[in-house]
């Protein structure tokens, strides 16, 4: 069972960057070809939450931890969540709980879910809806677990244009038999490039009910990158590479600054017009208001951990270099000890499920 003093006790701040070039980072099945999801506004393509999630969700199974329907294996086969519920359901009599009372109806739902929330590495993040037919214990088990770990939307930094060139593609086919050769018309949307910034935070107290821990929150630190590392190989998601991750972990409880992610811009002079970018070197970030802001919070500031891809550039305070440009200012704003770069391909190891502890 999960040790309840690791559970996480301090919000955090999520600020994540990544960027596709000639990719369709979300496809609408909506509009009949699966184009990118555009503001029709802005201009600025969208990625919805939930892909996000989908590429964290597969990077978590792949490095063999338990998600929805693959919590727990036995003799080769794999139970479903409900599956798991209906076990555990079996293997705790009722009668030994006073659930009439609060604190008994508390030890009856951490006795049960405690194993599924162990073997479900991805609901103590994101939640998930609850199904079980054991109906006569409706009224002291939840219908649905609220993830702690919430990200908005997506949105690139800048307006998009779609890729011409992709859009109707032909391909000649040679059969087996007589070499014969034959086409047919493929609808291949992409985007010519585009920076997307995400903002996310991990509530405390929504952790208490999914007893997500700190070393599930330290683990987002080297998951978000390699998600994207690991999860955008296929056809139409290939060209997608994280670009900079910034978790900001607060002191202070129910406290955090909010809004971060918009206080990271492009850096109009030193960056190409938007519909000359191509590629992240066509680029500079700005991080002169995220540095303003963390400044004047920096009381309420426990530790912040940082990924940045060594071709970024980063502008601050008339400076413009790599990312240890930001991480400077930073450790100048709140001490080198409360700022560490994270080295993920060292400490991901740490994180997988077969890891020793």
């Not at 919000?11 to 990118?36: Q, T």
């Not at 978590?60 to 076990?87: A, C, F, P, S, W």
């Not at 909010?258 to 519909?275: A, F, N, R």
Request: aromatic share 8%; proline share 3%; with cysteine.
């Amino acid at each position: 069972m999960t040790d309840n003093t690791d559970i996480v006790e301090n919000r955090s701040e999520i600020v994540f960057l990544y960027d596709a070039v000639d990719a369709n980072p979300n496809g609408n099945p909506l509009s009949g070809a699966d184009r990118p999801r555009i503001d029709p506004q802005t201009q600025q393509a969208i990625v919805t939450d939930v892909r996000l999630k989908r590429y964290l969700r597969d990077q978590l199974d792949d490095d063999g931890h338990g998600v929805y329907i693959r919590n727990v294996q036995e003799e080769g086969l794999q139970y479903t969540r409900e599956q798991l519920l209906e076990d555990r359901l079996k293997e705790v009599d009722p009668d030994d709980y006073d659930v009439d009372e609060d604190e008994e109806a508390e030890r009856f739902r951490d006795d049960i879910f405690g194993t599924f929330l162990e073997n479900s590495a991805d609901v103590r993040y994101f939640g998930a809806t609850m199904a079980t037919d054991a109906d006569e214990y409706e009224d002291y088990l939840p219908d649905h677990f609220t993830g702690p770990v919430q990200f908005s939307p997506g949105k690139t930094m800048h307006a998009v244009n779609e890729n011409e060139e992709y859009d109707s593609l032909t391909s000649v086919i040679a059969t087996q038999e007589g070499k014969e050769q034959g086409g047919f018309d493929l609808d291949d949307h992409r985007i010519q490039y585009g920076l997307i910034r995400f903002h996310g935070l991990v509530d405390e107290h929504g952790a208490e009910d999914t007893k997500l821990t700190r070393g599930d929150v330290r683990r987002l630190d080297t998951l978000c990158w390699r998600a994207i590392k690991n999860q955008t190989i296929s056809r139409s998601k290939v060209g997608q590479e994280p670009r900079l991750y910034c978790r900001v972990e607060y002191a202070e409880e129910s406290f955090h600054i909010g809004g971060l992610d918009k206080d990271i811009k492009l850096d109009e002079d030193e960056s190409k017009p938007d519909e000359e970018l191509r590629n992240v070197r066509d680029l500079t970030v700005s991080v002169d208001a995220f540095v303003d802001r963390v400044r004047n919070a920096s009381d309420q500031i426990e530790q912040v951990r940082i990924v940045a891809s060594d071709v970024l550039d980063v502008s601050h305070d008339g400076e413009t270099g790599g990312p240890e440009v930001l991480i400077g200012a930073l450790e100048d704003e709140l001490g080198t000890d409360a700022v560490e770069e994270v080295n993920v391909y060292d400490e991901y190891r740490k994180t997988l499920a077969d890891a020793s502890e």
